[in-house]
């Protein structure tokens, strides 16, 4: 059988690593048709949108995307492109596993989480009010004649949204998620001590949901305290379930205890769709260098090659990039802090992978 997928090498670094992965994915031998979308600057060059409506639609008829990376202006410019998507196409869950592969310079040994992120609600809800418009002077005067509290009239604001059914259905993802991955216990982040309306909404609806699972370990950690623990006892977690913002900070801690973003992989899924791309940006000062590790979007296609139902084919490659990253000999900088001169580019770590692949 041949998987449709649809394609989106992204910018920066993007178009470098999605080739890679792509070289991998079919020597497999597994059987794929890409369709090739172009979003970012360049679709706006082309299409007139950063997001034009025909990737959307490609990726509704696929079911399935392989993306790379896609720069967001920062401050100004355009909206992001990776939030629009989710958005747009109801992605509600972020799956993002953080392993140690023995041989990877890491800051603790026998990692395993799995951090589950919300991904279109909190603080990304793109509901924003700009410093000085009559918008941010109308809410700066409905907080007064509610709360009593005055606001600086140079404020901005960025809207932070937890829904009772969002969060129902992100923290039954994570459940779910365990039970059908044999992990033992769901931890919910949240900052619900201060935060009692948003937060302590997603708290009690997670406490309801873990009673549904009884053969799930629940409990909940607020944020910042869970950051710490992360870093000094990683071993006491299993899966994570966090809203938006959090779920993103604590994936990169994550990455971080396991090698860096060059080992950070991740899945945007609804109940029918699925894109899978790295953790990581799109890191414009790489563009082009054959330089960047492309071992997070590889480690994202082992996931869609399961998602896929191509089980064997998904071990078979992740057996072939931890062979590569173990034996240390065709692995790019950020795997080789000792002798980053030493480093292979990331065309040729492709190339060890299929030479694995092959052996
Ligand atoms: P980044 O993740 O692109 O890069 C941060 C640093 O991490 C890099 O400078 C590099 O040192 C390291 N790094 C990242 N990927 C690596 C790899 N594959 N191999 C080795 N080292 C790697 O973060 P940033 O610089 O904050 O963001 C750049 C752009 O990417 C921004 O426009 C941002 O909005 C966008 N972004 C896109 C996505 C996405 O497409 N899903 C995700 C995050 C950021």
Same mark, same amino acid.
């Given at each position: 059988?041949?998987?449709?997928?649809?394609?989106?090498?992204?910018?920066?670094?993007?178009?470098?690593?999605?080739? +890679?992965?792509? /070289?991998?994915?079919?020597?497999?031998?597994?059987?794929?048709?890409?369709?090739?979308?172009?979003?970012?600057?360049?679709?706006?060059?082309?299409?007139?949108?950063?997001?034009?409506?025909?990737?959307?639609?490609?990726?509704?008829?696929?079911?399935?995307?392989?993306?790379?990376?896609?720069?967001?202006?920062?401050?100004?410019?355009?909206? $992001?492109?990776?939030?629009?998507?989710?958005?747009?196409?109801?992605? !509600?869950?972020?799956?993002?596993?953080?392993?140690?592969?023995?041989?990877?310079?890491?800051?603790?040994?026998?990692?395993?989480?799995?951090?589950?992120?919300? *991904?279109?609600?909190?603080?990304?809800?793109?509901?924003?009010? #700009?410093?000085?418009?009559?918008?941010?002077?109308?809410?700066?005067?409905?907080?007064?004649?509610?709360?009593?509290?005055?606001?600086?009239?140079?404020?901005?604001?960025?809207?932070?949204?937890?829904?009772?059914?969002?969060?129902?259905?992100?923290?039954?993802?994570?459940?779910? !998620?365990?039970?059908? *991955?044999?992990? /033992? #216990?769901?931890?919910?982040?949240?900052?619900? *001590?201060?935060?009692?309306? $948003?937060?302590?909404?997603?708290?009690?609806?997670?406490?309801?949901?873990?009673?549904?699972?009884?053969?799930?370990?629940?409990?909940?950690?607020?944020?910042?305290?869970?950051?710490?623990?992360?870093?000094?006892?990683?071993?006491?977690?299993?899966?994570?379930?966090?809203?938006?913002? !959090?779920?993103?900070?604590?994936?990169?801690?994550?990455?971080?205890?396991?090698?860096?973003?060059?080992?950070?992989?991740?899945? *945007?899924?609804?109940?029918?769709?699925?894109?899978?791309?790295?953790?990581?940006? $799109?890191?414009?000062? !790489?563009?082009?260098?054959?330089?960047?590790?492309?071992?997070?979007?590889?480690?994202?296609?082992?996931?869609?090659?399961?998602?896929?139902?191509?089980?064997?084919?998904?071990?078979?490659?992740?057996?072939?990039?931890?062979?590569?990253?173990?034996?240390?000999?065709?692995?790019?900088?950020?795997?080789?802090?000792? +002798?980053?001169?030493?480093?292979?580019?990331?065309?040729?770590?492709?190339?060890?992978?299929?030479? /694995?692949?092959?052996?």
């Amino acid at each position: 059988m041949t998987h449709q997928i649809t394609l989106i090498p992204g910018d920066g670094i993007g178009p470098e690593i999605t080739e +890679a992965t792509r /070289r991998v994915l079919e020597a497999t031998g597994v059987a794929f048709h890409w369709e090739l979308a172009l979003v970012g600057e360049a679709a706006q060059d082309k299409f007139g949108s950063v997001l034009p409506e025909p990737v959307l639609q490609s990726i509704r008829k696929n079911k399935v995307a392989l993306k790379g990376p896609v720069t967001t202006p920062v401050g100004s410019g355009f909206r $992001s492109v990776n939030v629009g998507l989710r958005k747009s196409l109801g992605l !509600y869950a972020c799956l993002r596993p953080a392993k140690t592969y023995p041989g990877a310079p890491v800051v603790r040994k026998e990692v395993d989480l799995v951090v589950v992120r919300e *991904n279109i609600e909190g603080l990304y809800s793109g509901i924003e009010f #700009k410093k000085g418009t009559t918008e941010a002077a109308r809410l700066i005067d409905f907080v007064a004649e509610t709360s009593g509290d005055r606001l600086g009239k140079d404020s901005g604001f960025s809207l932070k949204v937890i829904s009772e059914s969002g969060s129902r259905r992100i923290v039954k993802f994570a459940f779910k !998620y365990a039970r059908a *991955n044999q992990r /033992r #216990k769901v931890t919910a982040v949240h900052k619900a *001590n201060i935060l009692k309306f $948003s937060d302590g909404l997603f708290l009690s609806v997670a406490r309801e949901v873990a009673k549904d699972y009884p053969d799930i370990e629940f409990e909940d950690r607020i944020v910042d305290n869970m950051c710490m623990q992360l870093v000094q006892k990683p071993e006491l977690y299993d899966v994570l379930v966090a809203p938006n913002l !959090y779920g993103d900070i604590l994936s990169d801690l994550c990455a971080g205890l396991v090698g860096g973003l060059g080992l950070a992989p991740s899945a *945007n899924l609804s109940d029918e769709l699925a894109i899978f791309e790295a953790t990581h940006g $799109s890191a414009p000062k !790489y563009t082009g260098l054959n330089k960047v590790n492309p071992m997070s979007l590889m480690l994202s296609g082992v996931m869609m090659l399961r998602h896929l139902g191509e089980k064997e084919s998904a071990d078979r490659l992740e057996t072939a990039i931890a062979g590569v990253i173990a034996e240390g000999k065709h692995v790019t900088y950020d795997l080789k802090p000792e +002798a980053p001169g030493e480093a292979a580019g990331t065309s040729q770590v492709a190339d060890a992978v299929i030479a /694995r692949l092959g052996s």
